[in-house]
């Protein structure tokens, strides 16, 4: 079983159980069906400090990703910690569901280029 815990700290309304509901989907078709995760949205002050933090890049950006276990094994009884996914509703609007899978593939060990292209096409049309 997928567990998502959603933090909005962004101030606007954002559809939360679709965000879960896309998130569960994009996750089984990367052939992930147990694991939890966290998707937070929050302010562009507060995704510019993140990115400015961890990347050291003075932005504002649409998706940051916090891998923990991805792909890799853990051990039986141990539950998968996949990471978490940032969105900003403030630079994404509503089109929240290419930056989530994109977090999302970023999580799973896709890097930006021609194979996460791909898979980011192929699980919008699911």
């Known amino acids: 079983m997928i567990s998502v815990e959603v933090d909005n ?9 679709g965000a879960v509901e896309f998130a569960g989907r994009v996750l089984r078709a ?3 069906d ?8 929050v302010v562009e002050e507060e995704m510019r400090a993140l990115k400015h933090e961890h990347l050291a890049i003075d932005e ?3 998706v940051l990703s916090f891998p923990i276990d991805g792909r890799d094994p853990v051990p039986d009884g141990v539950p998968r910690a996949l990471g978490d996914v940032v969105l900003c509703p403030q630079v ?7 930056p ?3 977090g999302l593939l970023h999580l799973l060990g896709y890097e930006h ?4 292209e791909a898979r980011e096409e192929a699980v919008l049309r699911t």
């Open 9 to 17: 700290r962004s101030g606007v309304e954002v559809d939360e159980p």
């Open 30 to 32: 990367e052939g992930i």
């Open 34 to 41: 147990d694991g939890e995760l966290g998707i937070a949205f």
């Open 60 to 62: 504002v950006t649409d």
């Open 92 to 98: 994404i609007g509503d089109a929240w569901r290419w």
């Open 100 to 102: 989530l899978a994109h």
């Open 113 to 116: 280029g021609a194979e996460m």
